[in-house]
């Protein structure tokens, strides 16, 4: 499964975050829309993205013209977009847009769907992710993924937790070191310290998709992908795996897919919009919500569609 790591980040953004009175007036009706979602945001407990937000920061993974083939179907294309280094990235869209298309062309998860083809570049530290000689299996350590659904295997949670550094053949010791370090970076350690040896697949659903994290942070990733994390879960969780991106952010670079705009703007720093199969924008969040360039987004973020 998935798993990740890092590099600078700094902080402060260089944008505005607001428009000015005057832009307020010229502002469409979606921008009010838009903004109460943004402001949600605000409310949200000590993170705010927008404080973290770094247009300029390093290039984790740059992805130009993606076109993605289910046999003869085309689901992306020429797909470009940049995703940051210690940044959260949201990608947004409705139903069949391609999003999940897309984030599983970035660890290769794809290959394991028969006839499939991707094209293009997503460059990272160098070297295509779409090369057919990758080492796929090295790429998914490096670029972990947590699903939908949480799908922790039916092992005890410290197996589970240790599932990828026994087939890398770590020492029992740096296992047992490393499995500790996870479940604290994933918030779970304090709730399951004591029940290591039992089954995962007696915790909360809350609990299981954490563990997945933890799963995906044990052997040390640089990315993480998300595909809709919470969309199995119930509000507390929701908001416990919300925290804990705002925590993982600061040493991995994340993108995420969700269907809860308000989400995206309580967790990400930049939001892409798909629609069929296209990126029809990326920019910093609040741009996206407030400022949106095309107008299918501002349709699609005023509820217009999707
Ligand atoms: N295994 C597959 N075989 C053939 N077509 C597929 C397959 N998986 C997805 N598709 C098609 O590719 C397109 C993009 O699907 P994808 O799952 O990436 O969309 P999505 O934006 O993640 O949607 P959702 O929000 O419903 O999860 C859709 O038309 C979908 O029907
Ligand atoms: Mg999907």
Redesign the pocket.
């Known amino acids: 499964m998935g798993m990740e790591a890092q590099r600078p980040g700094n902080s402060e953004p260089n944008v505005r975050l607001h428009p000015k009175p005057d832009e307020t007036t010229q502002a469409s009706s979606t921008t009010q829309e838009a903004s109460s979602i943004v402001a949600a945001s605000e409310h949200m407990g000590s993170f705010d993205p927008r404080k973290t937000l770094n247009p300029a920061a390093d290039v984790k993974i740059d992805v130009t013209n993606a076109d993605f083939f289910?046999?003869k179907?085309q689901?992306l294309y020429k797909v470009s977009l940049p995703l940051r280094t210690r940044q959260v990235t949201a990608l947004i869209?409705?139903?069949?847009?391609?999003?999940?298309?897309?984030l599983r062309t970035l660890n290769r998860m794809n290959d394991l769907?028969p006839n499939t083809r991707v094209e293009g570049q997503a460059l990272f530290d160098g070297q295509n992710i779409y090369e057919k000689n990758v080492d796929v299996v090295l790429l998914r350590q490096r670029i972990g993924m947590v699903f939908q659904r949480p799908n922790p295997f039916p092992k005890s949670i410290f197996e589970n937790v240790a599932y990828g550094l026994r087939i890398q053949g770590k020492s029992q010791s740096l296992i047992k070191e490393m499995v500790e370090k996870s479940l604290h970076g994933a918030a779970l350690w304090e709730e399951v310290k004591d029940r290591l040896n039992t089954s995962a697949l007696g915790l909360s659903g809350g609990q299981q998709q954490r563990l997945c994290i933890a799963r995906a942070l044990a052997v040390q990733p640089e990315v993480l992908l998300m595909d809709?994390p919470c969309s199995a879960l119930d509000p507390i969780a929701t908001l416990k795996i919300e925290e804990l991106i705002t925590q993982l952010v600061k040493e991995y670079t994340i993108v995420i897919?969700t269907?809860n705009m308000q989400q995206a703007a309580r967790v990400s720093h930049f939001t892409g919009f798909?629609l069929s199969?296209k990126l029809i924008e990326i920019a910093p969040t609040t741009n996206i919500f407030e400022r949106p360039k095309q107008k299918e987004t501002e349709d699609y973020i005023s509820g217009r569609f999707g």
Do not use: D, L, N, Q
């Open positions: 289910y046999g179907k689901a869209g409705p139903s069949g847009c391609g999003k999940s298309t897309f769907i809709e897919v269907h798909f199969g």
